[in-house]
């Protein structure tokens, strides 16, 4: 089997972490045994990328493994919107829910060097239409196709000097790309009705979503997909992976930079990295002995975020978690390196040695920690890290670790904690209330983070139809959100809608992580969740005794610094039975968890609220299953302040 690896980079519009991209991804791939072949910044016009592509069809041949790789902007054109109407009145509808005038979808391409030279009649963008046809023919050649899209196709400029989207500050008119998509005449039978069932698509961000480059921690400027899969591909190393499973620890890590992208594997995610084999999702690792007697090591334990106190069960090969009489050890987790774990085992009766092929399942896992970066030689730096350990969800950074928050003294001598954006809140005095005072700040954002990280959580899917939307009212009228990036201002008013299409009830609970990360219930009248009978639809903001949607209207908190826009995160959190979310608000709450299974969602919000362990239940195929749904906005204080 040939390994052969196209890798496209367009800086168009002064994007400075393309070529850093195709530097460090042409590492990681050779790396694995991958020929790279280069369309440059220099080179990469749309006749270039497309004969480029052209070539690396007619080179592959059957069984190949291939890449293909783009750094650049990401574009999107929408026709004119639909006109908006009111609610119609009375109760909800009772039968299969209405469907109303299909709006044609928005057109989406990448962006070539020479995209400026566009017109009417010439248009230098490469659309998705002409790049699913062109994956569809390499596909034909060889099932074993990755496509990776570090780009986005929604968004403004960026609202931090740190960060930079991926995306265009002006899109082409809708009707040059849908004139040239038409003149072309394209086989449009080639085109997937959704994604290519025998290609793994790895992309930036969920539709609708951003895609940033930002600053490393080296210094270096790339994109936040491009560095995270290099890293998380490094780490990795030997061990069998499946696509599934890396996204979703680079999901993790993402999370804790900018909550805003959020990446995706599309396609078949459950196979192993870069061949069609598919398996489960990775859920215990290889056990190592080491040369002290009675240690082992878990390699590429990070997959599975693995931290110190997470207590594993070690098992003879074919052997599953659930069969503990049959067990090799006991294994608590005491040393945390870069990709693996270590810590001592306690033999099983008979059991002196770990066979080969051994794996480790885990059974307790501690509350997940966020990285803080503290001053470094400052004379209050013991308090600093006083406060710290006395929030159980966080820890100071290791020295060249991607951190998440960061406590800063000004030159008044006030403590303040930042996030990637900027101040959290006004600085504190640096006494006994003041450190107190950042303690809660630390809880708080620490929460609002480990909250982000359950959107999308693939372990407990609800495994039902059932749809999430959103948008703006005027004047009691529906209207789409704005486009990503657009921030609106105190006083606008937002709904959120849940569609239950399935035949089948669910629970509706919604939580606002405020723009300072504080959390709130949104629907207290029903703090366990509000039944959704089969197809029925459910409006947050609308008022059913007066027939009225009068939405729900936004604000922005007194004491936050109004220099920097922020984004606002609903959680829509959809569940098979009553669970309550009033832990969140309430962190003092303990509960005791009752004989059984089927409680994992409700672990996890008792830990986010007051840290401690949760049991891994491994088996809870008749407990509460889950899904929760992000939506995020951005807010500013003033129009006038945004940065154009």
Not at 517 to 545: C, F, I, K
Request: net charge negative; glycine share 8%.
């Amino acid at each position: 089997m040939n390994r052969l690896a196209l890798l496209i980079g367009s800086d168009y519009d002064g994007l400075q972490g393309v070529r850093p991209d195709l530097v460090v991804m042409t590492e990681a791939l050779r790396a694995r045994g991958f020929v790279v072949r280069e369309c440059s910044p220099a080179e990469a016009t749309r006749s270039a990328i497309l004969a480029a592509y052209e070539k690396l069809i007619d080179d592959v041949g059957p069984g190949d493994a291939v890449v293909v790789y783009y750094s650049g902007h990401g574009g999107s054109t929408g026709p004119p919107p639909l006109p908006a109407g009111p609610l119609p009145a009375g109760p909800p509808p009772t039968g299969p829910l209405p469907t109303g005038p299909l709006r044609p979808a928005d057109l989406q391409y990448i962006v070539p060097i020479d995209y400026g030279e566009s017109t009417a009649d010439d248009f230098r963008g490469i659309a998705a239409a002409e790049l699913s046809i062109l994956q569809s023919r390499l596909v034909a050649v060889t099932r074993n196709v990755t496509v990776i899209l570090d780009c986005c196709h929604s968004g403004l400029m960026s609202r931090d000097g740190g960060l930079r989207l991926r995306a265009l500050r002006g899109s082409a008119p809708y009707a040059w790309v849908r004139e040239h998509l038409d003149r072309m005449s394209l086989p449009l039978n080639l085109v997937p009705t959704e994604s290519n069932p025998d290609a793994v698509r790895i992309v930036a961000c969920a539709p609708g979503q951003r895609a940033f480059e930002r600053l490393t921690e080296e210094g270096t400027c790339r994109g936040v997909l491009t560095d995270q899969l290099c890293r998380a591909l490094a780490e990795a190393g030997e061990t069998p992976v499946t696509w599934a499973a890396l996204l979703d620890q680079i999901r993790y890590r993402v999370a804790g930079l900018m909550f805003e992208q959020r990446p995706e594997a599309e396609g078949p995610a459950d196979r192993l990295l870069f061949t069609t084999e598919e398996v489960d999702l990775l859920n215990s690792l290889p056990v190592t002995p080491l040369g002290e007697p009675g240690r082992v090591r878990l390699d590429a334990a990070v997959l599975l975020r693995v931290q110190a106190g997470d207590e594993f069960v070690v098992m003879p090969p074919g052997r599953a978690a659930e069969d503990r009489a049959h067990r090799v050890a006991d294994l608590m987790i005491d040393q945390v390196a870069q990709t693996s774990v270590e810590g001592p085992v306690t033999f099983a009766t008979g059991r002196s040695a770990v066979p080969a092929g051994a794996r480790a399942f885990r059974t307790r896992v501690t509350a997940p920690q966020i990285a803080v970066r503290v001053p470094v030689d400052h004379p209050r730096n013991e308090q600093v890290l006083a406060v710290l350990r006395t929030t159980v969800l966080a820890r100071p950074a290791e020295p060249g670790e991607e951190w998440t928050a960061e406590i800063r003294f000004d030159e008044a001598g006030g403590v303040v904690l930042c996030d990637r954006v900027g101040p959290l809140h006004p600085p504190y005095p640096s006494d006994a209330q003041g450190f107190a005072d950042l303690a809660r700040a630390v809880l708080i954002h620490a929460q609002a983070t480990q909250l982000r990280r359950l959107i999308a959580d693939p372990t407990a899917s609800l495994e039902a139809d059932v749809a999430v939307e959103w948008g703006l009212v005027v004047d009691g009228a529906q209207h789409p959100p704005p486009v990503a990036g657009t921030p609106l201002t105190p006083g606008r008013r937002i709904y959120v809608t849940v569609h239950n299409r399935a035949d089948v009830p669910v629970y509706v609970s919604m939580l606002d992580i405020g723009l300072s990360g504080r959390v709130s219930l949104l629907m207290r009248g029903t703090p366990s969740g509000r039944l959704l009978p089969p197809h029925r639809a459910y409006t947050y903001g609308r008022n059913d005794a007066r027939q009225q949607l009068a939405g729900v209207k936004l604000s922005w908190p007194a004491r936050l610094d109004p220099a920097h826009a922020r984004t606002e995160t609903i959680l829509v959190v959809l569940t098979s039975a009553p669970q309550s979310l009033a832990a969140l608000e309430q962190p003092g709450i303990v509960r005791s968890r009752s004989p059984g299974h089927g409680f994992r969602l409700r672990d996890m919000i008792d830990q986010i609220a007051a840290g401690g362990s949760r049991e891994v239940d491994p088996d809870w195929s008749d407990g509460v299953r889950y899904e929760i749904h992000g939506i995020d906005f951005e807010m500013t204080p003033s129009l006038e302040q945004w940065p154009r």
